[in-house]
């Protein structure tokens, strides 16, 4: 397996690999990391279909590619995908793949027109003060230490962040920086959470930097993400032949290590209760998704809180990886990720509207009609006086495609689940969505005298638990994750946000395929290169546009050592047409 950044590679149909027609591949996950591998081993190594089955646990497929629900009992979300152009294996998946809403397009050839008609911006990227704008909302107000604290840290190798917490790295100084409340609530980062997540997302999203304040950058569905990337996925996969076969729980993985080999021998699973499993030989592929950011999410309603469930059982992804684990060091140290739910969870909540009220208020705090089909927020609007750090998103309207037309969907989340509200005085965890639902209109700047009656009477709300929901970015050191194919597998490879893959960030979709396309290609030596991770860190035109961004425009003089030594030069043309002089 190799890496490539020009379409010399990106177009090419390669060979067939030698023997592939009597290979079969096991495929442990349903989620987007276990459908792609099955996408690329139909369209890039050209097995049979049939020979492929994917082993899903839960009656639906997509992972954390979730939406359902309905109008009466309210719609459901555990999140939101924030997506790019620079996302190259997502990309190269779905210019595959079948639109279900446009005849004769892929997903890629749906989302791109969409995107292009509709781009995505933020009219209020911030808000405070019971809904008002966040003054200073357009300037990142970093200091000069931030700024080389930020520098400090892209540059820093990995090996020297082992161990190492966000606030480790990072000062006060930084951490009192709107750069800082855009950036965390962007991506979902917590201080004690990993420096070396934290350096991969600044250098990987150098250029985002550019949309920090606006969200013009991002691009995104035209539904759920269940709905318009998990099913066009699963429906193609489908048609081709490959298995699903739900309801089953993989328990473990048995390996055989020899003279430094290490061979995938049985799977053992539990179906539908019931002991089971299969012997597989070298010429079998299987592929695993190790760990998940929403295994235990657990539901509230209106009037219930959401439990916090976590137990990890015999049957959890968790304790597969466990026992996996347990057999070589190369597998990973699951426990690292799993090991403290007071790190690496938050919760979320799905607000259904029942009445023109709170749309009306949508209205008003954004400028934007909810119900125009087009965008609405543009992403995350983040609350910064909210004790729970609270954020929330309307994306286009309606998000389902079952949903009433005078009906309207919000995401709400927030970062700080266990600590009292502004107005609800009581830990987000322990809230019904009712109370959810006032905590969030309070911050809208919704009167007190009308909070509690449009709470109770103008949604229906529904939170969400999510113990694991960032357990991705738990403080870790080199060897914490196994390789997508660690050092000696013959036909073992691991899939999604716990296989490490260099460079690239989890949390993203692009992650998943990206080890999908990975793991595809290194057991069966298919001779196309896996796209580069987009390299703006490595772009001098990207570098000075972030550095403008990170001066809030404030230029350097125009006189001095730095004009001397550019003066005349194309190094001088591109400082002012990035206005840093």
């Not at 998704?289 to 976590?310: F, K, L, Q």
Request: net charge negative; with cysteine.
């Amino acid at each position: 397996m190799r890496y490539a950044h020009s379409n010399f590679e990106a177009f090419v149909c390669p060979e067939k690999p030698v023997g592939i027609d009597s290979r079969s591949a096991w495929i442990v996950g349903g989620g987007l990391g276990g459908m792609a591998a099955a996408a690329f081993l139909i369209r890039d190594a050209r097995m049979t279909p049939s020979r492929i089955t994917i082993l899903e646990a839960s009656d639906l497929n997509g992972g954390a590619l979730d939406g359902a629900g309905n109008a009466e009992t309210g719609w459901l979300i555990r999140g939101g995908r924030e997506m790019e152009e620079q996302f190259q294996c997502l990309w190269d998946l779905y210019r595959s793949i079948p639109s279900l809403e446009v005849p004769d397009a892929s997903v890629l050839d749906e989302f791109y027109r969409l995107n292009r008609v509709d781009p995505s911006s933020s009219p209020v990227r911030a808000m405070c003060g019971h809904g008002q704008p966040l003054p200073g909302r357009d300037l990142l107000k970093l200091t000069g230490k931030a700024r080389h604290e930020i520098i400090a840290l892209i540059l820093a190798e990995e090996d020297t962040l082992d161990g190492k917490t966000i606030s480790d790295v990072l000062s006060h100084d930084f951490m009192e920086s709107n750069f800082w409340l855009f950036w965390r609530s962007m991506f979902a980062f917590e201080t004690w959470h990993s420096a070396i997540e934290m350096k991969r997302y600044l250098a990987r999203f150098v250029h985002q930097i550019l949309g920090l304040k606006d969200l013009h950058t991002l691009k995104f569905t035209k539904y759920n993400q269940q709905e318009s990337l998990s099913k066009p996925l699963a429906t193609w996969l489908a048609d081709q032949g490959v298995v699903f076969r739900h309801g089953v729980q993989v328990t473990n993985v048995r390996v055989d290590t020899l003279e430094g080999k290490k061979v995938a021998s049985r799977i053992d699973w539990l179906e539908n209760g019931r002991p089971g499993g299969i012997d597989v030989s070298t010429n079998d592929l299987v592929f695993v998704t190790n760990g998940s950011m929403v295994e235990n999410s657990r539901w509230g309603d209106h009037h219930t809180p959401a439990p916090i469930d976590t137990t990890i059982a015999e049957g959890s992804i968790w304790q597969l990886w466990r026992n996996i684990a347990e057999q070589d060091p190369a597998f990973g140290r699951p426990d690292v990720f799993c090991g403290d739910t007071t790190k690496s969870r938050w919760e979320s909540a799905t607000l259904t509207t029942l009445s023109a009220r709170i749309p009306d208020l949508v209205h008003k705090v954004t400028g934007r009609d909810p119900f125009s089909g087009r965008t609405v927020t543009g992403g995350p609007i983040t609350i910064q006086d909210s004790a729970w750090l609270m954020s929330w998103v309307v994306s286009r309207q309606p998000h389902f495609k079952g949903q009433p037309a005078e009906q309207m969907v919000v995401w709400l989340y927030g970062l700080f689940s266990d600590v009292p509200g502004n107005y609800v005085k009581k830990p987000m965890q322990d809230c019904t969505g009712e109370e959810i639902t006032q905590e969030w209109l309070f911050h809208m700047g919704v009167p007190a005298d009308q909070i509690d009656d449009m709470a109770a009477t103008g949604a229906i709300t529904r939170p969400c638990m999510m113990p694991f929901i960032t357990a991705q970015f738990m403080t870790r050191s080199a060897g914490d994750r196994p390789k997508v194919v660690p050092d000696g597998s013959v036909n073992l490879a691991f899939l999604g946000q716990f296989a490490e893959t260099p460079r690239d960030t989890v949390f993203t979709t692009e992650y998943s395929v990206r080890t999908a396309m990975e793991a595809v290609y290194t057991l069966l030596n298919v001779d196309r290169a896996v796209p580069e991770v987009f390299g703006s860190v490595y772009d001098v035109r990207m570098l000075l546009q972030a550095a403008a961004e990170l001066r809030d425009g404030k230029k350097v003089p125009a006189s001095g050592l730095l004009r001397h030594l550019t003066d005349g030069t194309e190094v001088d043309n591109l400082l002012e047409r990035y206005g840093l002089i």
